[in-house]
C-alpha cells in the first residue's frame, strides 16, 4: 500500500513527531514510510550549481550574511550582466552539471526583460542544462518590476523555457516568526501563492524550510501542514506539484538574527525535523537530505532517516558562505558518501528522472 494511503498523522502525533518521540523510533518509522514511496536501495543525487546574479536586496532579512543594500557602497556589492550570468552557466557546463539553481537578491533596478531573456538564452545555448531560477520572493519582485500579476509572469518564465522553481525564501511558513525574521517579505502567502500558481500554469517546484532560529515546534508544523495542503491541491487538480521537501538549519554567523539565537541547530534536531517531514508530508515523493549546510557524516546518517536524496553536488555557493560555513564535494566523493551510507547513487534530473550513469567525474 502506498504511504500516502495509509491514515494521515494527526496533530498530537505530529507534534509528538517534533518534539519528544524517541528519536531512533522516529527513524525506523519515517524509513518504513521512505521504502514504502521508494523500495530500491537507491539514492538520487543531482550535478548543480548555485550561482547569484545580484547580492543587492531591499528586504533586509535578519537571517541573511549575504545581501548589501542597494545604497552600499564596495567591491563586495554586485549585480550580474546577462553574459556574466552565462559565464557561471558555462563553468557549470564543465562540471557536468545538469541543473544550474540561480537566485539572487531582491534588486529593483533590474528589469523584468532580464529574467525571460536570461531563461531562453540559457535554454537556446545550453539544452541539457536545466534553469531552476529565482525563488518566490525573487518571483513577488518581478511582479513589482514588470506591472504584471504572478500569473503572467511564471506563465511568461514558463514560456522561455523554464520548467521548475527552486523553494527558498520560506524560511518558516509561520507569519509569527515571518514578522520576526522577514517581515518585509510579508506572511506564508506570499511564497504560497507562488507555488500555488506556478503548480497551475505546469512549472514543478521544490518545498524547504530554514529552522533553528525562532520558531516553535507548532511553527514548524504550521509550515509543514501549508506545504502537504499546497500538494493535497496539486494533485486534486491533476497540476504539476512539489518534487521534494529540504530542509536545512540557520547559520548565525554574520547575520543580524545571532543576537537573538544562542548556537545553530546540532545533527539531533535535523534528524528529527527530517525524519518528522517524512511521516507528515505523506504527498510527497521524495525527502532530501542536506549534507551540505548539515556536514557530510550528518548526511549519510540522514539516508537513515527518512531521506531518498541526496542532493546536489552544489559546485559553487555563496548564501551560505557569507556565514562562514564552507562545504564542497566532488561527483565522485557524493557517490562514495552514499555507497558508504548503504545505498547505490543514481544521478537524477531535476525533475527526478534518473540519468545513465556518468561518464566523467568532477
Given amino acids: 500500500m502506498p504511504a500516502a494511503a495509509a491514515p494521515r498523522l494527526t496533530r498530537d502525533e505530529a507534534l509528538r513527531a517534533l518534539t519528544d518521540m524517541p528519536l531512533l523510533e522516529l527513524g525506523e518509522r519515517a524509513q518504513e514510510v521512505r521504502f514504502r514511496k521508494n523500495p530500491e536501495k537507491r539514492v538520487t543525487y543531482v550535478i548543480d550549481s548555485n550561482p547569484n546574479y545580484t547580492n543587492v536586496c531591499t528586504v533586509d532579512c535578519t537571517f541573511c550574511a549575504f545581501y548589501r543594500k542597494p545604497s552600499h557602497v564596495g567591491e563586495d556589492v554586485y549585480t550580474l550582466t546577462i553574459d556574466q550570468v552565462l559565464e557561471h552557466v558555462e563553468k557549470a557546463r564543465t562540471y557536468g552539471c545538469t541543473t544550474v539553481l540561480l537566485q539572487g537578491g531582491l534588486n529593483p533596478s533590474i528589469p523584468w526583460e532580464f529574467y525571460p531573456r536570461l531563461v531562453r538564452t540559457v535554454r537556446e545555448r545550453y539544452p541539457d542544462i536545466t534553469p531552476h531560477f529565482f525563488s518566490a520572493p525573487e518571483i513577488q519582485q518581478m511582479v513589482e518590476v514588470s506591472g504584471m500579476d504572478i500569473r503572467g509572469v511564471l506563465t511568461a518564465l514558463r514560456d522561455a523555457g523554464q520548467m521548475s522553481l527552486p523553494g527558498g525564501g520560506a524560511e518558516i511558513l509561520s507569519a509569527r516568526v515571518r514578522k520576526k525574521i522577514s517581515p518585509k ?79 545553530n541547530a546540532g545533527p539531533a534536531k535535523y534528524l528529527r525535523i527530517l525524519a518528522a517531514s517524512r511521516l507528515i508530508l505523506d504527498n510527497f515523493d521524495h525527502i532530501q537530505a542536506t549534507w551540505f549546510s548539515e556536514g557530510k557524516k550528518t548526511g549519510q546518517v540522514s539516508l537513515q532517516f527518512g531521506a531518498d536524496d541526496f542532493g546536489g553536488t552544489l559546485f559553487e555557493e555563496n548564501v551560505h558562505k557569507a556565514t562562514g560555513h564552507v562545504n564542497m564535494t566532488t561527483v565522485e566523493e557524493t557517490r562514495t558518501l552514499i555507497r558508504e551510507a548503504g545505498f547505490e547513487p543514481a544521478q537524477r534530473t531535476t525533475l527526478y528522472e534518473i540519468l545513465p550513469e556518468p561518464a566523467a567525474t568532477a
Avoid: C
Avoid at 530554514?210 to 509550515?223: I, S
Fill in 185 to 263: 517579505k510579508g506572511g506564508p502567502e506570499t511564497w504560497l501563492d507562488v507555488h500555488r500558481i506556478a503548480h497551475e500554469v505546469g512549472l514543478r517546484s521544490t518545498a524547504t524550510m530554514m529552522y533553528g532560529h525562532v520558531e516553535t515546534a507548532e511553527d514548524v508544523l504550521e509550515h509543514l501542514e501549508s506545504i502537504r495542503a499546497l500538494q493535497d491541491a496539486a494533485l486534486a487538480a491533476g497540476n504539476a506539484g512539489f518534487t521534494a521537501f529540504v530542509p536545512w538549519s540557520y547559520k548565525r554567523d554574520n547575520t543580524p538574527l545571532r543576537k537573538w539565537v544562542a548556537r
